[in-house]
């Protein structure tokens, strides 16, 4: 592998890093709304 491909590897595996974590961090917060709404 040279530079230039070892680089695009880094940057797409921080953007599918920085992908799953917004997508986690939003179900949490959707599932802690959901169970609030059918608690009450």
Same mark, same amino acid.
């Given at each position: 592998?040279?530079?230039s491909q070892? #680089?695009?590897f880094v940057m797409w595996?921080?953007?599918t890093g920085i992908i799953m974590l917004v997508t986690g961090? #939003?179900?949490r917060a959707?599932?802690?709304k959901k169970?609030?709404?059918s608690s009450s």
């Open positions: 592998m040279d530079e070892i #680089s695009s595996s921080a953007v961090l #939003s179900y959707y599932m802690r169970n609030e709404i």
